[in-house]
């Protein structure tokens, strides 16, 4: 079972993790918001067309390729924290 130790670095990893989620969703949403009036689509997403999904999809693109590696680095790196020992007795 991880320690203190551990705990502590993998949360401060998932909030990194959260920093990078929101960055990129304010990115999505603001590049979704271009060519609407006020330069913000619709708050219900249901209400987007189809040029709309199309900026907000690109983004993401472009914002995966910005984080998609540190994210995933993070990840693993939570999972090698939180994995139990592999000397550890059972």
Known sequence: MPGT???TAASHRR????DLATTTMI???RAAGRG?????PPHNPAR???RTWSRFLAEAQR????HGARIR???R?????EAPDAGEAS
């Open 73 to 75: 680095q993070l990840r």
């Open 63 to 66: 914002q995966n390729f910005l």
């Open 77 to 81: 790196q939570i999972d090698m924290l």
């Open 5 to 7: 130790e551990e705990r």
């Open 48 to 50: 987007w067309d189809k």
């Open 27 to 29: 990115a999505c949403e």
């Open 15 to 18: 909030g990194l993790i959260e």
């Open 36 to 40: 609407w009036r006020h330069r913000q």
